[in-house]
């Protein structure tokens, strides 16, 4: 049997922006959102080539194949599997870039569920997470699926293991995530270098109380715990000084009725959880009025929590 | 109303042996055993004293109040609550002392529990932890909850937070306990005392991603993510060498079918986990042949987990 299916000469597959690190569970929480994606379409070539046709976008990303995190993760996927057929890729660019809401593992992810879409025999969702992971690790420097996994799996996702991949779908209550990106420039790499390469036993235990409770607040699907239990007591300190008025917009956010708020991923977004959509919108206005108090102008986006993951269209 | 309960003059109640830190969750996890236990008995006094009547011990224990964790317990909570009636306790030990499976924490939680009885309006659980916390701090040097918590509330038990106390009772699989208590001297105080200050970033995310997969495989009952999750990346590397032969004897326990074995709280008891009666026999008699093969006696406990914790008889 063929390895590609012989019909299929195009599919187009969206993946949903992501949130990461949550504010416990750095590293290896992340979740999927409802408002914006990357879709990534591609089509059969000829000449054996991986080629970006096209990157809809307002800003500007390579083209350059194994500088794009798209075109790299299919790349790899296609070598591992022995696929020799070329593609090209269109890339529309839904989520901002520096947004923190996973664009480079949103673009990843949609290039390889479209590229699964060719397969007689699709591969696993594990699978797909690796290979996303490729592309991620050019745009981070890192292996971290903290958001190619939500952005895969949907929802909640806890990954207990890289090598093997093992990834686990929590459940969870009602939720209303608010994310505000304000315009200042924190780039992941360096976000990531400022962090001290050790952890005060004292605060691991600490922070392992409250990483262990907000699991418990998941599967009770308790807000009220989950309320008392989303702290970062190791990340957030040393990052916060990244985000002009951090502490302001948290407080804001908090006052407001926010269950938590944290920075969502390295930053400089925001993530903030809410019970409802209309509390969603006073503890957005409330964040970008802290913002503005600091001279920071921001965008937000108002998002339940997005159960299904990258699809192919 | 008066504090006490007019017609009661005495009264005992049980304590439940348990083990503590269960490989994930350093100083937040902790479980209650069937096997064993340690039993309080009070009887009021007219001469406003707080008074250890009698210890039936095989070893011998501090009949001074201030000293035994069942006595200051009680009087902490006497000054508490602001009772003035005297006790004399008798205090019969079930739990062997250094045994690794909390004999502190049970004589000051019987105790507790025993006082409880006659208050006319008992006081909660929680408030029964934090105060036989004092009992456990003079034995352990250290205001720790991971048997003591367990030791009140049965089953196994998350400590959220210490102030205030915040216990959450997790759900679990079917499980047997296997306790190995190897004839060796390792004191808690010295235990902690070995234990780096700091723990390394990259060991502190792993570990978190062990302890959230824990978790999730005690909500789901799921044995087999529990065998993957249960993991000590931080904690038994430093302590291991404290107890000889331990390596050889938590392997012998893996390959005897244990879902998982660690220490024990601090040690030198081994704690492993098993998924029968019968498995825990085989999984027990191959820890006790490995630590012969290192010229070490040792007994040991098979034990379903207590559901309930203590309580008055």
Same mark, same amino acid.
């Given at each position: 049997?063929?390895?590609?299916? %012989?019909?299929?000469?195009?599919?187009?597959?969206f993946?949903?922006?992501?949130?990461?690190?949550l504010?416990?569970?750095?590293?290896?929480?992340?979740?999927?959102?409802?408002?914006?994606?990357?879709?990534?379409?591609?089509?059969?070539r000829?000449?054996?080539?991986?080629?970006?046709?096209?990157?809809?976008?307002?800003?500007?990303?390579?083209?350059?194949?194994?500088?794009?995190?798209?075109?790299? %993760?299919?790349?790899?996927m296609?070598?591992?599997?022995?696929?020799?057929?070329?593609?090209?890729?269109?890339?529309?660019?839904?989520?901002?870039?520096?947004?923190?809401?996973?664009?480079?593992?949103?673009?990843?992810?949609?290039?390889? $569920?479209?590229?699964?879409?060719?397969?007689?025999?699709?591969?696993?969702?594990?699978?797909? $997470?690796?290979?996303?992971? =490729?592309?991620?690790?050019?745009?981070?420097?890192?292996?971290?699926?903290?958001?190619?996994?939500?952005?895969?799996?949907?929802?909640?996702? +806890?990954?207990r293991?890289?090598?093997?991949?093992?990834?686990?779908?929590?459940?969870?209550?009602?939720? =209303?995530?608010?994310?505000?990106?304000?315009?200042?420039?924190?780039?992941?790499?360096?976000?990531?270098?400022?962090?001290?390469?050790?952890? %005060?036993?004292?605060?691991?235990?600490?922070?392992?109380?409250? +990483?262990?409770?907000a699991?418990?607040?998941? =599967?009770?699907?308790?807000?009220?715990?989950?309320?008392?239990?989303?702290?970062?007591?190791?990340?957030?300190?040393?990052?916060?000084?990244?985000?002009?008025?951090?502490?302001?917009?948290?407080?804001?956010?908090?006052?407001?009725?926010?269950?938590?708020?944290?920075?969502?991923?390295?930053?400089?977004? +925001?993530?903030?959880?809410?019970? !409802?959509?209309?509390?969603?919108? !006073?503890?957005?206005?409330?964040?970008?009025?802290?913002?503005?108090?600091?001279?920071?102008?921001?965008?937000?986006?108002?998002?339940?929590?997005?159960?299904?993951?990258?699809?192919?269209?």
């Amino acid at each position: 049997m063929s390895l590609l299916k %012989a019909d299929v000469n195009r599919v187009s597959a969206f993946a949903p922006a992501t949130s990461a690190n949550l504010g416990v569970g750095f590293d290896i929480l992340g979740l999927a959102l409802d408002a914006v994606g990357d879709t990534v379409t591609l089509t059969k070539r000829d000449d054996n080539q991986i080629v970006i046709e096209k990157i809809n976008s307002v800003t500007g990303l390579p083209l350059e194949p194994t500088k794009n995190t798209a075109s790299f %993760a299919v790349q790899k996927m296609c070598e591992d599997l022995g696929i020799t057929t070329g593609f090209s890729l269109q890339i529309d660019k839904g989520i901002a870039m520096g947004s923190g809401m996973g664009g480079s593992a949103a673009s990843a992810v949609a290039a390889v $569920v479209a590229l699964n879409g060719f397969l007689s025999s699709p591969i696993s969702k594990e699978r797909l $997470v690796e290979f996303a992971l =490729y592309g991620e690790e050019i745009a981070s420097g890192g292996r971290h699926a903290d958001n190619v996994a939500p952005c895969v799996f949907g929802g909640i996702t +806890l990954i207990r293991s890289i090598d093997p991949m093992e990834v686990i779908n929590l459940p969870y209550p009602e939720l =209303y995530c608010v994310i505000v990106h304000p315009h200042l420039q924190v780039e992941t790499k360096s976000a990531r270098g400022i962090l001290s390469p050790t952890v %005060a036993l004292k605060k691991y235990i600490e922070q392992s109380a409250a +990483l262990a409770a907000a699991i418990c607040a998941f =599967y009770q699907k308790d807000v009220e715990l989950l309320r008392r239990s989303m702290q970062d007591l190791i990340i957030e300190p040393q990052r916060a000084a990244l985000v002009t008025g951090y502490y302001d917009v948290k407080q804001a956010a908090i006052d407001a009725g926010a269950i938590s708020a944290t920075l969502s991923g390295s930053g400089p977004s +925001l993530l903030a959880f809410c019970e !409802s959509k209309t509390g969603a919108e !006073s503890v957005a206005q409330a964040m970008l009025t802290a913002f503005k108090q600091h001279q920071v102008n921001a965008d937000h986006w108002i998002s339940p929590i997005n159960p299904n993951g990258a699809y192919t269209l």
